[in-house]
């Protein structure tokens, strides 16, 4: 079956410290990617996207995320962690089907807390 | 531009009642879809809204059901409430749908079903 998985449920990180989130999916093709962020009581809100060209991508916040076809993942990163950071994580994936069977398959999203 | 409303954002309501979710979208968007976030499930997806036309659907039940209207806000509604429909009910817009366009979010409505 078609999932996301995102390994990790809670981090925790020190303010300064780098971060490094794990997404992985199971698809064939290569599927179109996205990280949003959801604060407390906020909607989600879009990080970054990946759908073709350079596997590391620039989003905003100060996050990047690279796409690794052969591991099948698409890991989130920041190299220096602020507390507003802290936050739900989640990874999303439009697997690119025609038709009327396109959406979006979401990891169970990963909470990041940080430390002062 | 405004972002997307949802309203109300706060529900109670008891097993068995009805409920109506409105979603206004970002001006100029055309397509509507709505999520079920919880704690245990994640976010799933309940169904996408095109131009007054259902696109797309998720796995639920019939209970859910959903409407866009000429101005592209849309309305969902959950018939016959269960205490396992307790759950942030999420609402996205964009352009054209999910064609490699990004989903705007709004805040949700969070509905407790006693």
């Known amino acids: 079956a078609q999932s996301v998985t995102q390994p990790d449920i809670h981090i925790t990180v020190s303010e300064g410290a780098s971060l490094e989130l794990r997404c992985n999916y199971s698809y064939g093709a290569t599927p179109y990617l996205f990280w949003y962020v959801q604060s407390p009581g906020q909607g989600l809100q879009l990080l970054l996207k990946y759908f073709s060209g350079d596997t590391l991508v620039q989003g905003i916040k100060g996050f990047e995320a690279e796409f690794k076809r052969s591991q099948s993942s698409f890991n989130l990163r920041k190299p220096s962690v602020h507390w507003s950071d802290a936050a739900e994580y989640f990874c999303?994936?439009?697997?690119?089907?025609?038709?009327?069977?396109?959406?979006?398959?979401w990891g169970l999203g990963t909470s990041l807390a940080v430390n002062p | 531009k405004a972002g997307v409303t949802q309203t109300p954002r706060y529900l109670i309501k008891t097993r068995g009642q009805q409920v109506t979710l409105s979603c206004s979208p970002i001006?100029?968007?055309?397509?509507v879809s709505w999520y079920q976030q919880t704690p245990g499930q994640g976010l799933q997806f309940l169904f996408e809204y095109f131009s007054e036309t259902q696109r797309n659907k998720g796995n639920f039940p019939g209970r859910f059901s959903g409407r866009q209207f000429s101005n592209s806000r849309s309305e969902m509604n959950v018939s016959t409430l269960e205490l396992g429909d307790s759950a942030l009910y999420l609402c996205?817009?964009?352009?054209?749908?999910?064609?490699?366009?990004?989903?705007?979010f709004g805040p949700g409505t969070r509905l407790t079903v006693l």
């Open positions: 996205a817009s964009s352009p054209t749908g999910l064609n490699n366009n990004e989903q705007f």
């Open positions: 999303a994936v439009d697997p690119g089907y025609a038709g009327n069977n396109r959406k979006l398959i």
């Open positions: 001006s100029g968007h055309r397509s």
